[in-house]
């Protein structure tokens, strides 16, 4: 490789690409992504939007119809060899109260919530474990749908009970 | 020689740093994600198409490439070249996933971020000038790679992968990564080839590289952004 340019060339080139990484990070990446906005650009430009839908909306208690707060006993089969997800639309901080059992043998579980509106995958588990039956409780951390994802490594149907109680609107078995 | 042992040493001692703290969820779509958490057993054609997809919807990956033919005139040494950073990515892919190895996912970014940096300043001759020595080329093609690689590792990483297949499934990812390489690379050398008859070709040779600089500034100012709010 020959090509070579000369020191002042060198340092032009490279102040210039800084410059305009600086500017491009400052005035449009920054705030579309992270909702960080130091120069005030990205929220003329409507940028800072973007990041703030992805992020918890601050809630209008209005505008949302009342979480419901009764029990439900839901029944699910998860099929040999697949995995199914469950998942129920929650606030932030709606709290469930959850137990559930199977009809026989074990299965995986990742038991997670998915933040409403984001599109990166992002996820947060609250627990992973094998097991047959679990009683216990979480609050949302942030709007969006939580629930569980079961897993049948058996060559047969296990079939699940789930009682609920708390805050919450059920969205079901996900496709 | 001497370079080759200072950007060796360098590469590994990011690699330590890097190994380290939790991996984040990032950079697979939806359909891809449920598919990825609901798998069982070999899926090959379906992994060989995901690793395909990355890897062309990838620009980070593909402005290194870019950077790293850019002065390559000879078909030889873009195989050569190619290789090498194929090398680098398949062994810590396969290294990353296997063995578990967490990393950051917006570090390693950030450091695929540098790599197009550094590929843009040294098209410059910016090391020779300024420094009065250049980083053995081929070397840190190939730790960059190491670096690409982990990239690749933490965007499969973030699903419980079943161990059933997971090896052949992995290796069906590998290969798609190299397709899809292989499929970006060709439209890569159809365009430069075409451009570099054009006496515009020279003219624009600093400003390109100073784009991709600045577009490698952009992706390491995004990701350490990331990390540091995230």
Known sequence: MKYSVNLTTLIKASLAALVLAAVALLTLILPAEYNIDPTGIGQRLGLTVLAQSAEASPVDPESIPESTASQQVIEITVPANKGIEYKLQMEQYDKVTYEWMTDGGSLYFDLHGEPEGDTTGYFESYAIATLDTMKGSFAAPFNGSHGWYWKNASTKPVAIQLILNGQFQIIGIKP | ?230
């Open chain 2, 1 to 230: 020689m001497l370079s080759s042992q200072v950007s060796c040493r360098l590469g590994l001692m990011l690699l330590l740093i890097l190994i380290s703290s939790t991996a984040f969820a990032h950079g697979v779509d939806d359909s891809t994600r449920s598919f990825l958490e609901q798998n069982t057993g070999v899926q090959f054609i379906p992994f060989l198409y995901i690793g395909a997809k990355h890897m062309l919807t990838g620009y980070d990956h593909l402005l290194f490439l870019l950077g790293v033919i850019f002065f390559l005139y000879r078909s030889r040494d873009v195989l050569l070249y190619v290789t090498m950073f194929t090398i680098g990515h398949s062994i810590t892919l396969l290294w990353g996933v296997l063995g578990n190895i967490q990393v950051n996912a917006h570090l390693i970014d950030a450091i695929i971020g540098l790599s197009v940096v550094y590929k843009g300043f040294d098209n410059l001759g910016g090391f020779k000038r300024l420094l009065g020595w250049q980083p053995n080329t081929r070397w840190a093609v190939l730790i960059f790679g190491l670096f690409h690689g982990f990239g690749l590792a933490t965007k499969l990483q973030e699903f419980q992968l079943p161990e059933e297949g997971l090896l052949t499934n992995l290796l069906a990812f590998n290969i798609g990564v190299e397709l899809g390489q292989f499929a970006a690379l060709a439209f890569i050398l159809i365009a430069i080839n075409f451009w570099r008859r054009l006496p515009s070709y020279e003219r624009f040779a600093t400003l390109t590289n100073t784009l991709l600089m600045s577009a490698g500034l952009m992706l390491m100012g995004y990701q350490l952004t990331g990390f540091a709010v995230l």
